[in-house]
């Protein structure tokens, strides 16, 4: 069956970096747009980054432009999210999805999303 596993969270100081990791199995992996969310405690899960299947065209959320960048390695069936300049508003659970519905389109909706890891901890201490 599809499985998606993070790693690469952890705890970080204002201004450091961190780079997530998806792991995507049971899947053909090129054939799924993916994308991170994230879910702070008593809030919703909300859009950061998108990618087509073929590692061309992103999507981000405004809170994240210019700090993380998504990319991806179908060979290697991995989704990252590079996180630069990180802020103690950028501490959640960090989720990677994939779906293959969607063609050039980058959804940002969690509902558009079929496939979802376990989530791995991102904490940015002031």
């Known amino acids: 069956q599809v499985q998606l596993v993070e790693s690469g969270g952890g705890l970080v100081q204002t201004g450091g970096s961190l780079r997530l990791s998806c792991a995507a199995s049971?899947?053909?992996?090129?054939?799924?747009?993916a994308g991170w969310f994230r879910q702070a405690p008593g809030k919703e899960r909300e859009f950061v980054a998108a990618?087509?299947?073929?590692?061309?065209?992103?999507r981000y959320a405004d809170s994240v432009k210019e700090r993380f960048t998504i990319s991806r390695d179908n060979a290697k069936n991995t989704l990252y999210l590079q996180m630069n300049s990180l802020r103690p508003e950028d501490t959640a659970v960090y989720y990677c999805?994939?779906?293959?519905?969607?063609?050039?389109?980058?959804?940002?909706?969690?509902?558009?999303?079929?496939?979802w890891g376990q989530g791995t901890q991102v904490t940015v201490s002031s």
């Open positions: 990618i087509n299947k073929s590692g061309g065209p992103t």
């Open positions: 999805a994939a779906d293959p519905k969607f063609g050039s389109y980058l959804p940002a909706r969690t509902s558009q999303y079929s496939y």
């Open positions: 049971g899947l053909t992996f090129i054939d799924y747009n």
